[in-house]
């Protein structure tokens, strides 16, 4: 066999190894710890999605809800916090839901999460060394769970908002460390840019939008997928698209003539009164 000169193999390593540097470059790995979150991104305001359930055993029935997202800048414990407020609305009462959560504004470390709905309040007080039930809420579900970080995470329950501040482009791929408040411990999920695709709104106007993608084995067993369009300019989650086991989900972001029902309910109330 021929022996080839190693300073013609040169050229070739050097090739691999650029490419090989260039292809690690491209995965940011998000934690407070790591790359953190642009909070700059992260717009005040209300967010309302449609969010649409299909079955295909049934083909001509489809189950929706209203999901709302309030987002506002205020102070807790003489620090700068995002205060995000959720309300999932559905034709049966029985599955409303709301949650609210306190993030670190500097870099949206989570500090408090609470969940109400059916079954009770389970709220919890967040740092980076571990999570605990909030023993200061009455009647919390969760009073005595507790459970240490080995680094600190972000709240799952806002993704959405995670997904807005984070810097997208194409081919790029991120490792974000999520926790998913009283379930399993922290790992880190996988979301990379596919692509891009220009969405048309209610007035006909086109927004350009990274298309952002997961995916995987769920903890109860069947697979998953998830897309996700946010704009380029505004860093706008416009629409979501997820399938799991066969089943389907949607949310569209309404534009903001939608009516906010929290608000009017307070309306009437305070007019009642």
């Not at 940011?28 to 967010?47: K, V, Y």
């Not at 209203?66 to 309300?87: A, C, D, G, T, Y």
């Not at 060394?129 to 809420?137: R, T, Y």
């Not at 939608?258 to 009642?272: D, G, I, S």
Request: aromatic letters at 14%; one cysteine or more.
């Amino acid at each position: 066999m021929t022996m080839r000169p190693f300073h013609r193999l040169l050229p070739v390593l050097f090739i691999l190894l650029f490419a090989l540097q260039q292809a690690s470059a491209q995965a940011d790995t998000i934690s407070p710890r790591h790359h953190a979150l642009n909070t700059s991104l992260l717009q005040p305001g209300l967010r309302q999605y449609l969010v649409y359930f299909q079955f295909p055993d049934k083909p001509k029935m489809l189950n929706f809800s209203l999901w709302m997202r309030e987002i506002s800048k205020r102070q807790h414990n003489r620090q700068p916090v995002f205060e995000v407020k959720q309300s999932w609305y559905n034709a049966d009462s029985n599955y409303f839901r709301s949650f609210y959560s306190i993030n670190s504004a500097r870099d949206f470390s989570p500090l408090y999460h609470s969940d109400a709905g059916g079954t009770g309040i389970r709220a919890y007080n967040w740092s980076a060394a571990g999570v605990k039930g909030a023993d200061s809420v009455a009647g919390n579900k969760a009073a005595g769970y507790s459970l240490n970080f080995d680094s600190p995470n972000y709240n799952w329950h806002l993704d959405i908002e995670t997904f807005e501040m984070l810097p997208l482009a194409a081919g790029k791929t991120f490792y974000i460390l999520f926790y998913d408040a009283g379930l399993d411990p922290p790992a880190y999920v996988k979301y990379t840019v596919t692509g891009s695709e220009t969405l048309t709104t209610l007035d006909n106007r086109q927004v350009d939008c990274w298309i952002l993608h997961t995916g995987g084995t769920m903890p109860q067993g069947g697979t998953y997928e998830q897309s996700f369009w946010i704009s380029k300019a505004g860093h706008e989650l416009l629409k979501e698209a997820d399938s799991f086991n066969g089943m389907f989900r949607y949310k569209i972001k309404l534009p903001g003539l939608t009516p906010n029902l929290p608000e009017v309910v307070r309306q009437v109330t305070a007019k009642k009164s």
